[in-house]
């Protein structure tokens, strides 16, 4: 199976067919009802709330899937913050093919707006500091794509995409391994034997921890799992720059500056797309051919 995380141009074709089959399934009967099927309109997409805006480009594309001859100007830019009243776009299209893909459109771009704007907010709380902000694999099934690309419009970094682009031992591998040392040594093995060189992250749950791992060595990142705020800046120090840091757990808008503080090199934040609100848009017909 093709991996869809490869680019846009893989994701995005997939994205849309499956969107459209979910909402449309055998036809849109409302629209074939009432719409001549050659009827023209054209419509804009206004914002209705303050924050980050995400997903034009995606717009852009379901209109060019549904409707080959769409006419697409977009007024605002992915990334672009915004606020209540604004137009982002405007097309010109068929008409039942504008109301085809209305509702999966603004569930993808709502969502993904909400996602950057939250995002935003994390990175405005650091960015003054040496810290990245990590997204997890804590998103919705099949929208993992769209989840983590409104993170990067919002200012925040990418973790892994899953399973098989990071390698990130966590307390069950270890627990179910027999130890700490036992994991790491049989990640090591597995990827000379496999010919692979992916990134490795260890979890440690503490200090005990973090020294077998600094015995071992062989990784990339050393992930301090719910550490308290002194603890955690201990660890860092002792450390040092034999390998990255990352913070998780606990982590919120509130705690993220403190985190930060302590020096890691990562905070990691399932919340950026796990509790993201969505933004809310508006897609309105304002005038025909």
Known sequence: MTNVFESKDTFIPFFIEQALQE???SGDHTSQACIPADDRTSARLYVKDAGVLAGVELAQRFFQAVDP??????????????SFGQVAFEVECNTRALLRVERAL??????????ATLSNRYHFEVEDLPVKILDTRKTTPLLRYLEKWAVSL??????????????????NHIDACGGIREAIEKVAGYQREKGL??????EVRNLVELHQVLEVGQITRIMFDNFDLPILAEAVEVVGKRFE??????VNIHTV???AMTGVDYVSVGALTHSATSLDLSLKVVGKE
Not at 72 to 79: E, I, K, N, P, V
Not at 197 to 202: A, D, R, S
Not at 245 to 250: K, L, N, P
């Open 69 to 82: 001859s769409a006419q697409f100007r977009a007024l605002l830019a992915d990334g672009a913050d915004v």
């Open 23 to 25: 909402d449309v399934g």
């Open 257 to 259: 500056r403190r985190i």
């Open 197 to 202: 060189e992916l990134g490795v992250t260890v």
């Open 154 to 171: 919002g200012g925040c970094h990418n973790y892994r995409f899953g399973l098989f682009d990071w390698i990130m031992i966590k307390d």
């Open 106 to 115: 603004l569930n993808s771009m709502q969502r993904m707006s909400g996602i």
């Open 245 to 250: 840091t990352e913070a998780s757990g606990g």
